[in-house]
């Protein structure tokens, strides 16, 4: 089947057009969100701990809540308690429901580390 050239041209500008809105953003660096270290090694313990169930950049859901703007909300979402470093450290070392404990995995400085990057959500 032989196609116009003008209907070629159509199809092709159409699937440039929609290949863009598709486009996936590149992840940002630590400099370009302006990260202290304490907020990159805290960004770098999310990554390997959380990132899996929880987003940090988007309010879309995964198994967990979005932390999106976590420490901007009076309250959790999940939990309702309220929204502040020591109800965090305590969903982080005991756990809670789904969200396993991680006591065992992280040191005291890893989660001040790890709530430190929670901030700048």
Same mark, same amino acid.
């Given at each position: 089947? !032989?196609? $116009?050239?003008?209907?070629?041209?159509?199809?092709?500008?159409?699937?440039? +057009?929609?290949?863009?809105?598709?486009?996936?953003?590149?992840?940002?660096?630590?400099?370009?969100?302006? =990260? *202290?270290?304490?907020?990159?090694? #805290?960004?770098?313990?999310?990554?390997?701990?959380?990132?899996?169930?929880?987003?940090?950049?988007?309010?879309?859901?995964?198994? #967990?809540?979005? =932390?999106?703007?976590?420490?901007?909300?009076?309250?959790?979402?999940?939990?309702?308690?309220?929204? *502040?470093?020591?109800?965090?450290?305590? =969903? !982080?070392?005991? #756990?809670?429901?789904?969200? $396993?404990?991680?006591?065992?995995? +992280?040191?005291?400085?890893?989660?001040?580390? +790890?709530?430190?990057?929670?901030?700048? =959500?």
């Amino acid at each position: 089947m !032989i196609f $116009p050239r003008s209907g070629v041209l159509i199809v092709l500008g159409v699937t440039l +057009l929609f290949s863009g809105a598709c486009e996936i953003e590149r992840r940002k660096s630590d400099a370009e969100l302006a =990260l *202290n270290p304490q907020q990159a090694s #805290g960004r770098h313990i999310y990554d390997q701990y959380c990132d899996r169930c929880h987003e940090a950049y988007s309010s879309h859901k995964r198994k #967990g809540p979005s =932390l999106q703007g976590v420490f901007k909300r009076e309250y959790f979402s999940v939990s309702g308690m309220p929204a *502040n470093d020591q109800r965090a450290r305590d =969903l !982080i070392v005991f #756990g809670r429901d789904k969200m $396993p404990s991680y006591s065992q995995e +992280l040191t005291q400085q890893q989660i001040d580390d +790890l709530l430190a990057y929670l901030h700048t =959500l």
